[in-house]
């Protein structure tokens, strides 16, 4: 049902942002949707679900935005926040954003970035994780790489590099990649969310990477690493 085109008529506004309605069907069990728009709603509103989400313990419903907008999921959870006697048990969004980096180690031999495989993928690419509220992108990927891979790292400046795509059909991807500095190259993955790690060179890296993405980024990255050296 994500990213349907839907109409909703509006019962009750509940927030500044937030309207209370069903949608508009000829199905006779009408199904409860919550509208987000920051622009004043009437009693019928047109748009897309942006997502699906759980009240308490079984208040299943949609939420639907105007075709236009993008919302992420922290944005979605602080909006719904402001819902008194309201608990937002789950959630599954359109929109999807994630922060990460090209980790890179100089080593006494050669330059070498630092590429994962989840444990629910098949292919190489970079630490990454969905960002959460109240934090920037650079917060995320340095917090993701220190969960994941246990290394802190140095976010260099002048590398950010986005990839969208949609792996899934209708849920809509939204990366941001940094360039950070690893100091060690001593890595404890997180077994919970990563299966393998490897650190390569860059040649190394092109022949693993299989998305024009990656191999976009790793372009861009070793531009960006002898210039930092």
């Not at 990213?3 to 006779?28: C, E, P, Q, W």
């Not at 292919?123 to 920037?136: A, L």
């Amino acid at each position: 049902m994500l990213a349907d085109k839907v109409g909703v008529n509006i019962f009750g506004k509940l927030t500044k942002n937030i309207y209370s309605g069903y949608l508009n069907s000829d199905n006779s069990q009408r199904k409860k949707a919550y509208v987000l728009s920051d622009k004043p709603v009437n009693e019928y509103f047109k748009g897309i679900v942006i997502a699906l989400a759980t009240f308490g313990e079984d208040d299943q419903r949609v939420i639907v935005a105007s075709e236009n907008s993008v919302y992420y999921e922290p944005e979605i959870r602080t909006e719904f926040s402001y819902l008194k006697n309201t608990t937002l048990t789950s959630l599954k969004c359109l929109n999807e954003k994630s922060c990460g980096a090209v980790v890179f180690y100089n080593g006494k031999a050669n330059t070498r970035i630092l590429l994962v495989k989840n444990n629910n993928g098949r292919y190489w690419s970079f630490p990454k994780g969905h960002i959460e509220i109240g934090e920037t992108e650079q917060e995320t990927a340095i917090r993701e790489i220190k969960e994941e891979t246990s290394l802190d790292v140095e976010i260099k400046d002048g590398f950010r590099e986005v990839s969208d795509y949609s792996p899934f059909g209708k849920i809509r991807k939204h990366v941001v990649f940094f360039l950070a500095q690893a100091f060690t190259d001593n890595v404890h993955i997180q077994e919970e969310e990563i299966a393998e790690y490897i650190w390569v060179d860059l040649q190394q890296a092109r022949k693993l990477c299989s998305y024009d993405n990656d191999l976009r980024i790793i372009n861009k990255a070793e531009t960006a690493i002898k210039i930092i050296k």
